[in-house]
């Protein structure tokens, strides 16, 4: 018989989930106190947490969305989008940049592509979709990611 997937338990009791992010075989969670948890998951060796930042924030992560090929974390909080780094495992969810224009946002989305130019550069553009007060807000980010380093 076909297994589609297995299942793995890896959250002792008490741990309340606000939020959860993917990719490749790593998830992310979000914590109602504020805290990021990433977990890697493999059929060999089961689950082992990778990263742990305990005082991310004081107020629930509510979103969150991973550009996988840039390493790059977005994690809404406190109404405000945040960027962090998990390129490394040592760095802990590293703080990379506070979106000041995303204060009072709800909800987000983002939309990543990677353009090519006839000179043959190759740049990430990422736009963001804000709701904030009930008004949509977006906001182009390109080749802001080296500034942000």
Not at 75 to 102: G, K, P
Request: a negative charge; glycine letters at 6%; hydrophobic letters at 40%.
């Amino acid at each position: 018989m076909h297994q589609a997937y297995s299942v793995h338990s890896i959250l002792k009791q008490g741990v309340q989930i606000e939020s959860i992010a993917a990719y490749g075989n790593h998830v992310i969670l979000g914590t109602r106190s504020g805290q990021l948890i990433m977990y890697s998951v493999d059929e060999e060796t089961g689950v082992d947490m990778r990263m742990f930042n305990k005082n991310f924030s004081r107020k629930p992560i509510t979103q969150m969305e991973v550009i996988a090929s840039e390493n790059l974390l977005f994690v809404l909080t406190d109404y405000q989008v945040q960027v962090c780094d998990i390129r490394r495992i040592e760095s802990n969810f590293a703080f990379m940049h506070s979106a000041t224009d995303t204060k009072g946002c709800t909800l987000f989305t983002m939309d990543v592509d990677t353009p090519k130019s006839t000179t043959g550069r190759v740049a990430t553009v990422i736009r963001v979709c804000c709701a904030i007060r009930g008004v949509l807000c977006s906001s182009l980010e390109e080749d802001k990611l080296n500034s942000w380093n």
